[in-house]
DNA sequence: GGCACAGCATTTTAGACAGCATGTC
DNA sequence: CTAAAATGCTGTGCC
């Protein structure tokens, strides 16, 4: 079937033949076949890079030149940036909302494709925006995650909202192979399209003792060239031309290979310098420089401690075929499109409750379906690697020729149920009990359990007495109405649990202190807290004395409540510390964290003290000032002093120091200090900027982030934050 | 006394979504 | 349903 005479826009048609795409590929075909074209639903479960996200391209642009709109959700913002890159420059207006990257409601919806996470969706539904009623087109990528225990419900959610809301909606599904694809199609009345087909040849193989055992072809030996398997794997990967990802189970093990893959490799090359350099720039911590010292021999490690800038060195570096391996956590197996010649599988049990479990065969069958660069690699290969001759068989057994788990329905749990059923009231999607009830009968939980018991009836009960108990809804007889309270928590998208903890906390407060709000925050479900190792009790427990006044609460009983309050406290800390312009590189040494972990918890923490401040203002007014400039604080890392600098565009962090330790410490005295004093301090263009701010009065602030090289300090650990000497 | 080393004890352990209010080149 | 690997420490044996 040929691209040329499908039913699209010549823009598209035009884009495509530059790119070289003129036929279909069969599963795409198949897709045609089954009337997407014709409006029909389509949920289409292929594996990876065998062309999904042109089926829904094809469609979406069908959709633009009727007249329609398309919303393309996507579970992570790295994917949405993606998308949107990918969707641009092909005739249609494309925007993303995710949480970081945000336009104004209005403006988002005069895009023809609107990119973003489930999230994001749900939010814009919870805040009322008025162009999602337009969409005509709903993709759902990776659909395959409404079964996902920690975000799935919001998912499955978010699709029957739309579904309600937009009754002639096409709906297409893409999602990797699954144990129960029929079951989703049926839900989303949809036709099926399922294939093992791909674009370059996938060879999936177990390693033992010095071969890649292969079911349906002949043993491959693999050079000993050093005595550790993994390394051979990638050295004979490499050696052949191609690039190789290893899967292993922590970031320790991460480091370590990458590592061990430097020194087997020693490549020298003038791409490598560069980008080693680049992250040697970027870099004031230990990872950094570890990184730094790997890529120059043209390896890596990835998780998520790196910084972005790190993450975007090693993912372009890989890319471009500089760096030869990327050892990696799980980050890399569900995110960005980056595969490679050979996947190792290296660790295929990972740390969990209770242990180390087997990871699931579709966790499996994502890591091995990133191998083979289509165009660039002649095959694919994913190797496990098997440590006794016993487990070569079982790995084929419950991975290679295993089946892919059957997806469920997140939506029966409590937790998430709280927060999805306040919002289907504080929206008014549903007015009364039955209402509930009804909504959540065209979910695919009701599907999956049709005619067949199920306790959902009974938590959703559960779920709406504590939200009355806790004044978040009003029930008169069977109606139900959000109260203020209700209906703010909903649009700051918080769990309803964490707006308790909050608020409770607010109330008990005799007065405003940082560490109490912090050690709040990070008590909430919505903030995961820092891992609590041995050496850190004895410190927490001194800081925890020492600063009992600022704690809003003490110490509890029992020792799992007692482990949970050390590690608020810690995370607390953490974020106290940023807040007081300690340097990223001293954090993460005292915390035993990378950059990227910083950034996560501030990036969590400003949302939730921004909606602690918008709570203040509801049930605790005195503080709704100082929580406002707590989250200017925490979202910059600086002490208070430097308020008054950072409302200025082009000061950060760091310039805002430098200035206020040249004496310089409010707009007006840099105004009256002139452009001589600023450029010793700014440079020139930067002191222009500024000055030309304070001068027409001061600007409103969309300053870029800042580098951090804040001045160094000389304490080091965990243990030197409470100024003790032992 | 000092060093090497076996063997036992202790420690550590993946990831990453979300607000708001503005207008835009 | 379910741990494993790396690191730290201690005691022993040997020179």
């Given at each position: 079937?040929?691209?040329?005479?499908l039913?699209?826009?010549?823009?598209?048609?035009?884009?495509?033949?530059?790119?070289?795409?003129?036929?279909?590929?069969?599963?795409?075909?198949?897709?045609?076949a089954?009337g997407i074209?014709?409006?029909?639903?389509?949920?289409?479960?292929?594996?990876?890079?065998?062309g999904?996200?042109?089926?829904?391209?094809?469609?979406?642009?069908?959709h633009?030149?009727?007249?329609?709109?398309?919303?393309?959700?996507?579970?992570?913002?790295?994917?949405?940036?993606?998308?949107?890159e990918?969707?641009?420059?092909?005739?249609?207006?494309?925007?993303?909302?995710?949480?970081?990257?945000d336009?104004?409601?209005?403006y988002?919806?005069?895009?023809?494709?609107?990119?973003?996470?489930?999230?994001?969706v749900?939010?814009?539904?919870?805040?009322?925006?008025?162009?999602?009623?337009?969409?005509?087109?709903?993709?759902?990528?990776?659909?395959h995650?409404?079964?996902?225990p920690?975000?799935?419900?919001?998912?499955?959610?978010?699709?029957a909202?739309?579904?309600?809301?937009n009754?002639?909606?096409?709906?297409?599904?893409?999602?990797?192979?699954?144990g129960n694809?029929?079951?989703?199609?049926?839900?989303l009345?949809?036709?099926?399209v399922?294939?093992?087909?791909?674009?370059?040849?996938?060879?999936?193989?177990?390693y033992?003792?010095?071969?890649?055992?292969?079911?349906?072809?002949?043993?491959?030996?693999?050079?000993?060239?050093?005595?550790?398997?993994d390394?051979?794997?990638?050295l004979?990967?490499?050696?052949?031309?191609?690039q190789?990802?290893?899967?292993?189970?922590?970031?320790?093990?991460a480091?370590?290979?990458?590592?061990?893959?430097?020194?087997?490799?020693?490549?020298?090359?003038?791409?490598?310098?560069?980008?080693?350099?680049?992250?040697e720039?970027?870099?004031?911590?230990?990872?950094?420089?570890?990184?730094?010292?790997?890529?120059r021999?043209?390896?890596?490690?990835?998780?998520?401690?790196l910084?972005?800038?790190?993450?975007?060195?090693?993912?372009e570096?890989?890319r471009?075929?500089?760096?030869?391996?990327?050892?990696?956590?799980?980050t890399?197996?569900?995110?960005?499109?980056?595969?490679a010649?050979?996947v190792?599988?290296?660790?295929?049990?990972?740390?969990?409750?209770?242990?180390?479990?087997?990871?699931?065969?579709?966790e499996?069958?994502?890591?091995?379906?990133r191998?083979?660069?289509?165009?660039?690699?002649?095959?694919?290969?994913?190797?496990l690697i098997?440590?006794?001759?016993?487990?070569?068989?079982?790995?084929?057994?419950?991975?290679?020729?295993a089946?892919?788990?059957?997806?469920?329905?997140?939506?029966?749990?409590?937790?998430?149920?709280?927060?999805?059923?306040?919002?289907?009231?504080?929206?008014?999607?549903?007015r009364?009990?039955?209402?509930?009830?009804?909504?959540?009968?065209?979910?695919?939980?009701?599907?999956?359990?049709?005619g067949?018991?199920?306790?959902?009836?009974?938590?959703?009960?559960?779920?709406?007495?504590w939200?009355?108990?806790?004044?978040?809804?009003?029930?008169?007889?069977d109606?139900?109405?959000?109260t203020?309270?209700?209906?703010l928590?909903?649009?700051?998208?918080i769990?309803?649990?964490?707006?308790e903890?909050?608020?409770?906390?607010?109330?008990?407060?005799p007065?405003?202190?940082?560490?109490?709000?912090l050690?709040?925050?990070?008590?909430?479900?919505?903030?995961l807290?820092?891992?609590?190792?041995?050496?850190?009790?004895?410190?927490?427990?001194?800081?925890i004395?020492?600063?009992?006044?600022?704690?809003?609460?003490?110490?509890?009983?029992?020792?799992?409540?007692?482990?949970a309050?050390?590690?608020?406290?810690?995370?607390?800390?953490?974020?106290?510390?940023?807040?007081?312009?300690?340097?990223?590189?001293?954090?993460?040494?005292r915390?035993?964290?990378?950059?990227?972990d910083i950034?996560?918890?501030?990036e969590?923490?400003?949302?939730l003290?921004?909606?602690?401040?918008?709570?203040?203002?509801?049930?605790?007014?005195?503080?709704?000032?100082?929580i406002?400039?707590?989250?200017?604080?925490?979202?910059?890392g600086?002490?208070?002093?430097?308020?008054?600098?950072?409302?200025?565009?082009g000061?950060?962090?760091?310039r805002?120091?430098?200035?206020?330790?040249a004496?310089?410490?409010?707009?007006?005295?840099?105004?009256?200090?002139?452009?001589?004093?600023?450029?010793?301090?700014?440079?020139?263009k930067?002191?222009?900027?500024?000055?030309?701010?304070?001068e027409?009065?001061?600007?409103?602030?969309?300053?870029?982030?800042e580098?951090?090289?804040?001045?160094?300090?000389?304490?080091?650990f965990?243990?030197?934050?409470?100024?003790?000497?032992?």
């Open positions: 079937m040929k691209v040329a005479d039913p699209l826009p010549q823009t598209l048609k035009t884009r495509y033949a530059e790119r070289g795409i003129e036929n279909l590929y069969p599963p795409q075909e198949a897709c045609v089954a074209f014709e409006k029909k639903n389509l949920l289409c479960a292929i594996p990876t890079a065998s999904k996200t042109i089926v829904a391209e094809m469609v979406m642009h069908r633009i030149a009727d007249g329609g709109k398309c919303l393309y959700i996507v579970p992570l913002r790295a994917l949405a940036s993606e998308k949107f990918d969707f641009s420059g092909k005739g249609a207006k494309v925007g993303v909302a995710t949480g970081d990257l336009r104004p409601d209005a988002l919806g005069r895009n023809d494709i609107v990119v973003a996470t489930s999230e994001k749900d939010s814009l539904l919870r805040n009322g925006a008025p162009w999602l009623s337009k969409i005509t087109l709903l993709v759902v990528d990776e659909c995650l409404i079964g996902s920690d975000r799935g419900a919001t998912l499955e959610m978010v699709i909202k739309l579904l309600m809301k009754p002639g909606m096409q709906v297409i599904a893409l999602s990797a192979t699954v694809p029929g079951a989703i199609a049926g839900w009345n949809a036709a099926l399922t294939s093992e087909w791909r674009p370059v040849d996938l060879r999936e193989g177990v033992f003792e010095g071969a890649i055992h292969f079911a349906e072809r002949e043993d491959r030996t693999v050079a000993g060239k050093s005595r550790y398997d390394l051979n794997l990638v004979d990967t490499v050696a052949e031309g191609g190789c990802l290893v899967f292993v189970s922590s970031r320790r093990n480091e370590a290979f990458a590592k061990r893959a430097a020194g087997g490799l020693k490549l020298s090359e003038p791409a490598l310098d560069t980008a080693s350099a680049a992250i720039h970027e870099a004031q911590t230990d990872l950094g420089r570890t990184l730094a010292l790997c890529v021999n043209g390896a890596a490690f990835h998780h998520a401690g910084s972005s800038a790190e993450r975007h060195i090693v993912e570096g890989f471009n075929g500089s760096i030869r391996v990327i050892s990696s956590t799980p890399l197996a569900a995110g960005l499109n980056l595969p010649r050979r190792v599988i290296r660790d295929y049990l990972r740390f969990g409750d209770g242990g180390m479990a087997p990871i699931p065969v579709g499996y069958k994502q890591m091995a379906g191998a083979g660069r289509p165009h660039l690699d002649p095959y694919g290969e994913a190797v098997a440590k006794t001759a016993d487990a070569v068989n079982d790995l084929f057994e419950n991975y290679i020729d089946p892919p788990e059957e997806i469920a329905s997140q939506c029966n749990a409590e937790n998430a149920l709280r927060s999805h059923v306040l919002s289907l009231i504080a929206t008014a999607f549903c009364s009990r039955p209402d509930v009830l009804a909504f959540m009968d065209r979910t695919f939980y009701a599907y999956e359990h049709q067949r018991r199920s306790t959902i009836h009974e938590t959703i009960e559960r779920v709406i007495d939200l009355c108990d806790k004044e978040m809804v009003t029930a008169l007889g109606r139900l109405e959000a203020e309270y209700g209906t928590v909903s649009r700051l998208y769990d309803p649990r964490s707006a903890t909050i608020v409770d906390a607010l109330a008990k407060a007065d405003f202190a940082d560490l109490g709000l050690e709040t925050l990070a008590r909430t479900p919505d903030m807290t820092l891992y609590l190792r041995k050496d850190d009790y004895e410190v927490i427990y001194r800081f004395d020492e600063h009992i006044d600022e704690l809003w609460t003490g110490l509890p009983y029992g020792d799992d409540e007692m482990q309050f050390f590690c608020s406290v810690k995370t607390a800390m953490l974020l106290l510390n940023w807040s007081e312009e300690v340097t990223e590189a001293m954090i993460c040494e915390f035993n964290v990378g950059p990227g950034h996560n918890k501030v969590t923490a400003v949302w003290i921004h909606a602690a401040s918008r709570l203040a203002s509801l049930f605790k007014r005195p503080f709704a000032q100082p406002a400039d707590l989250e200017i604080r925490v979202k910059h600086i002490k208070k002093e430097l308020l008054p600098l950072i409302k200025l565009r000061i950060g962090r760091v805002a120091r430098r200035l206020f330790n004496g310089l410490t409010t707009p007006e005295e840099l105004r009256a200090a002139g452009i001589g004093a600023l450029v010793p301090v700014l440079g020139e930067t002191a222009a900027s500024v000055l030309a701010q304070v027409g009065k001061g600007g409103g602030k969309t300053a870029p982030p580098k951090d090289e804040a001045p160094r300090s000389r304490q080091a965990l243990s030197a934050f409470c100024g003790d000497e032992e």
